[in-house]
């Protein structure tokens, strides 16, 4: 099994500002990509960051790249960091703002620190986490067993045999090591060699809770086992 990352992108024309930002991210086992704004494009279309890092200076160029990213299909929830002069929290899409001071490393790292709750919620929402469990796929009264082989809070993927009409349809399936049975409506995303990608589309409060928690502590759980030596790391 590979540990969880937590990955973040730093924006800025900035070579001394990107360095000194990869230098404190590293420090808190952060992967980090940096690049210049023209750069920016490129990188959030072809990956999900869990936390991008945007230097605000100059402001009308970051303003344009924030409505970028927040346009960007990977990315659009993705916690963004303002490294600017002045507070940015005000604006729309800005969830923290380190200040560019003597004490920027200091900063950038309290600042990493109070947000690792929303990160990981992100995270938690986006990462997809292996299993193997048996669904049932109800279409009216025709009921089709498939296998789920991986689960996050908006889809799954399951290998199955669905014929191509069907857009949408209610799955079943028992949530691992509680007692719940999730039911959800979910929307065939793709097709593919007899797998299929499904979107959540109506799902209780309480499954919703129970998939949360239980995403929660399977993103935990993967974290803290980046730090477990490596032999005994599960296979």
Not at 101 to 130: N, T
Not at 149 to 172: F, K, M, N, W, Y
Request: aromatic share 6%.
């Amino acid at each position: 099994m590979i540990p969880v990352t937590t990955t973040a992108l730093v924006v800025s024309n900035d070579l001394i500002l990107r360095s000194e930002t990869r230098s404190a991210l590293s420090e808190l086992e952060v992967a980090c990509t940096c690049c210049e704004f023209g750069g920016l494009d490129r990188n959030i279309g072809s990956t999900k960051f869990d936390c991008i890092f945007l230097d605000f200076h100059p402001s009308d160029i970051a303003l344009r790249a924030l409505e970028r990213v927040r346009s960007n299909r990977l990315n659009r929830y993705t916690i963004i960091f303002a490294i600017s002069d002045s507070v940015c929290e005000g604006t729309v899409g800005v969830s923290y703002t380190i200040p560019r001071s003597a004490e920027f490393q200091v900063s950038l790292k309290r600042s990493f620190i109070s947000a690792q709750s929303l990160v990981l919620g992100e995270k938690r929402r986006h990462h997809r986490h292996s299993v193997d469990l048996k669904v049932s796929c109800i279409c009216g009264d025709r009921i089709t067993e498939a296998r789920m082989t991986d689960l996050s809070e908006r889809g799954a993927c399951l290998e199955c045999s669905l014929p191509a009409l069907i857009p949408i349809l209610q799955v079943s399936f028992a949530l691992p090591g509680t007692r719940y049975q999730i039911q959800a409506e979910v929307k065939v995303a793709w097709r593919e060699s007899g797998k299929a990608g499904v979107q959540f589309l109506s799902i209780s409060e309480s499954c919703r809770t129970a998939l949360r928690d239980w995403l929660a502590i399977r993103v935990s759980e993967l974290s803290l086992q980046k730090d477990a030596p490596l032999d005994l790391m599960p296979l």
